[in-house]
């Protein structure tokens, strides 16, 4: 043990864990097969020990599947209150529960109990039809009668821990739908808070751009485009000509003005001063 009183993990355990499964493994080979009744029931015990051992190493999905293989073959061979059947439901009550399968644990532990009160029944009744015209006669160490009685009282004893175990597992579904609900209100509680300020925000339109989207052009369109831009270019340069032309008229016929203006300003005579 460590100085905190806990129990170190000793290697050579899950060293005998492991040869234990290898050799119930072996035996439930060598048993399935047989046909007889003794051997198909030492390899039911041979899937029971298994199941136990995946128990142990918290493997319950294979703990699961040893019980069932377990109990396929008991109930094929046993009869329905024998005890054996008994056994192989509270092992498959633990597994579900150590698995969080609650209903399923509940269910196993039911049919477990299930058993064992009609085997408290059939003893019982052996019981009364034994000490029938017996009186108090002393009874031997391996009288049937006593037998009986003292299997009732440990069936009877192991009762209570079965349904204490079913309680323990409505107790631990009931805790998990609980923080299911919870979960559920906080979920659907930020939901709604974040939804407000998501619809606060307007939604903006979706703009039209198809005027803004350049279309690809025709051949046939482009061609007709240059011979109209060609033909305005021809026409803007011949209206360029004649302007020219008409600025140069214009300009000569003034010079001429001008000139003429000249000759006669030189061509007067002075007017004469009178005297």
């Known amino acids: 043990e460590t100085e905190g009183g806990e129990k170190k993990e000793n290697p050579d355990d899950i060293s005998n864990l492991q040869l234990a499964w290898e ?13 007889d009744k003794k051997s198909k029931l030492k390899a039911a015990e041979s899937f029971l020990k298994l199941g136990e051992i995946s128990l142990e190493t918290e493997n319950y999905e294979q703990a699961l599947s040893d019980f069932q293989e377990c109990l396929k073959i008991q109930e094929a ?46 003893l019982k009744k052996t019981v009364e039809d034994g000490t029938q015209g017996k009186g108090k006669e002393p009874q031997a160490a391996d009288d049937p009668i006593k037998a009986a009685q003292q299997e009732i009282k440990d069936l009877e004893e192991i009762l209570p821990d079965i349904r204490g175990k079913i309680e323990d597992m ?14 559920k209100d906080t979920l659907a509680a930020v939901a709604s808070e974040l939804k407000p300020a998501e619809s606060s925000e307007p939604k903006k339109a979706a703009s039209d751009i198809s005027h803004l989207v350049r279309r690809k052009r025709k051949p046939e369109e482009e ?8 033909t305005r270019q021809e026409e803007g340069s011949g209206d360029t000509e004649k302007n020219g032309t008409a600025n140069d008229k214009s300009e000569s016929a003034m010079e001429s003005d001008t000139k003429k203006k000249e000759s006669m300003d030189v061509s007067e005579p002075p007017t004469a001063v009178a005297s």
């Open 23 to 35: 050799m119930l493994e072996l035996a439930k080979v060598i048993y399935l097969k047989e046909e």
């Open 77 to 122: 061979e046993l009869e329905p209150d024998d005890r054996l059947l008994a056994e192989t439901h509270y092992q498959l009550g633990l597994a579900h529960g150590f698995n969080k399968q609650y209903d399923e644990s509940i269910d196993q532990y039911r049919k477990a109990i299930k058993v064992m009160e009609a085997k408290i029944g059939k």
């Open 223 to 230: 061609s007709a485009e240059a011979d109209t831009k060609k």
């Open 170 to 183: 409505e107790e631990e579904k009931k805790n998990i739908d609980e923080l299911k609900s919870i979960t």
